[in-house]
């Protein structure tokens, strides 16, 4: 079963997450989101997978969030998927897909539920 890990190493979450997932066996391919941005279509499918919309994974404690005020309600999702794309640091991590399916390893244990069933 092929899996991709969307991966931030220098946030502990996302080690925990790639640990858990290593110590069940499983070799994740994994994108260092922060060099290799998604693209906004690649960001639709990941949120489709999600099951959620693109304020879900935005990072809301992020400088850039309040600086291109992603707060305001009237943004509209393209425009959100636009600023993730652009800025990644405001994407939520890590992200775990499998399939047509993906989750976001907070805490770490989530991304078992791919794994496990």
């Not at 994108?31 to 693109?54: F, I, K």
């Not at 994407?91 to 791919?114: H, T, W």
Request: negative net charge; glycine residues 6%.
């Amino acid at each position: 079963m092929s899996m991709t890990l969307y991966h931030n190493p220098r946030c502990s979450k996302s080690r925990q997450a790639l640990a858990l997932l290593q110590e069940r066996g499983v070799e994740p391919d994994v994108v260092r989101y922060l060099e290799n941005p998604l693209t906004a279509e690649a960001l639709q499918t990941l949120l489709q997978q999600l099951d959620m919309g693109p304020r879900e994974l935005l990072r809301t404690g992020e400088k850039i969030y309040k600086e291109l005020n992603l707060r305001e309600e009237g943004l509209s999702e393209q425009a959100l998927i636009n600023a993730i794309a652009e800025h990644p640091i405001l994407m939520e991590r890590p992200v775990l897909v499998s399939g047509n399916r993906a989750v976001i390893g907070r805490p770490p244990e989530r991304v078992l539920e791919l794994i496990d069933g």
